[in-house]
């Protein structure tokens, strides 16, 4: 489509934002006339600009836990390793990264399922030199709690509430979810704007039944609500993995402050490490963060690991560095 203007890029931060928001919101949080705004909107649907998905949180409803694995691969076989990365059920984002051969990747994995992964299916991959996986214990920040600088704090407080990383990994889990729940996120898969009575019609239950279930599988972080873009449709076309390894006990106060910056689009821990996925819109900007970083009470070290190419976000499948074609968009 053509180059997006200002009002565009609004709407896209607030589609991050809160994925299901009625236009009629959005309008209003930006000062729009709802016409205009969902015109607009579905045009940046309908062209596969942003997609809205959907998908369970496994952490909530199971006993999986959340890893990061870096995977270093001879050269020549490294695209096709983590293309077999990102067709995994369990990986949710997949990035093959520039400066070194080497591709990272976000898995839910059962406790007693690592061994079969990492030393079965993983040793068969072409290429395969040597890995780390590492067990991510706390979430600072999530995608859908990154406020890139397009609006302002009460614009995005307006839209929905702060999906801090308490949502990404609730305190127990709640167990499977039902029948019902369970066909509520299979339609929302690949179209998170579906509406409520198309739902309810679909599965022979109650808008009120939808709406509710919706709501608590949300609200408790066992469902998660995506809009997968482009970073650079904000003027942010780097994108890199920070690692910063912290003195002892300064890792929650350096992940707070990771997770309130306009450039972090998620941030997690794990023991004395913090891991982070950054947008930026020049090396510039990139230097003086880690810099800064590095300047920061309590961090040992600080490293840069730029994005070469995207081969999975928040679930949703890149081939050839573009997501999966979009289904048809439905207003809200």
């Known amino acids: 489509m053509e180059q997006l203007d200002t009002l565009d890029r609004q709407i896209l931060a607030a589609l991050v934002r809160n ?16 016409r205009t705004v969902a015109r607009r909107g579905n045009k940046l649907l309908e062209s596969g600009v942003v997609r809205i998905n959907a998908f369970v949180n496994p952490m909530a409803v199971s006993t999986k836990t959340a890893f990061l694995l870096r995977l270093k691969v001879t050269p020549r076989y490294l695209r096709s390793a983590c293309s077999w990365l990102a067709d995994l059920e369990e990986s949710a984002w997949v990035s093959g990264l520039a400066g070194s051969n080497e591709g990272v990747a976000e898995l839910f994995l059962p406790n007693d399922g690592l061994a079969e992964l990492l030393y079965e299916r993983l040793a068969d991959i072409d290429g395969v ?34 999906e801090d990383g308490r949502l990404a990994r609730p305190l127990g889990h709640h167990g499977p979810l039902d029948e019902t729940n369970l066909m509520i996120a ?15 019609s679909e599965l022979g239950v109650s808008k009120a039944t939808v709406s509710r279930r919706l709501d608590t599988m949300t609200g408790s972080g066992a469902l998660f609500i995506r809009a997968v873009l482009d970073l650079n449709l904000f003027g942010f076309p780097l994108e890199s993995l920070l690692t910063i390894s912290c003195a002892g006990g300064e890792t929650q ?10 450039v972090t689009r998620w941030a ?25 970083l590095h300047g920061r009470e309590g961090v040992v070290s600080a490293r840069s690991s730029m994005f070469a190419e995207v081969f ?15 289904t048809a968009a439905l207003a809200m």
Do not use: C
């Open 268 to 292: 997690a821990a794990s023991g004395d490490q913090l891991h982070a996925q950054v947008a930026a819109a020049t090396m510039d900007d990139l230097r003086i963060l880690v810099n800064e």
């Open 186 to 200: 299979r339609h929302l898969q690949n179209n998170g704007r579906a509406a409520v009575d198309e739902i309810a």
């Open 19 to 34: 994925g299901r928001a009625p236009w009629r919101l959005i309008a209003e949080v930006l000062g729009q006339q709802e």
């Open 129 to 162: 030199q040597s890995f780390t996986m590492t067990p991510l214990f706390d979430y600072f920040r999530t995608p859908s709690g990154w406020r890139p600088d397009v609006l302002d704090s009460e614009q995005y407080d307006a839209l929905h509430n702060d």
């Open 253 to 262: 106060k350096l992940g707070e402050y990771l997770a309130g910056l306009s």
């Open 312 to 326: 999975k976000r928040s679930t949703l499948r890149y081939r050839s560095g573009l997501p999966e074609a979009p």
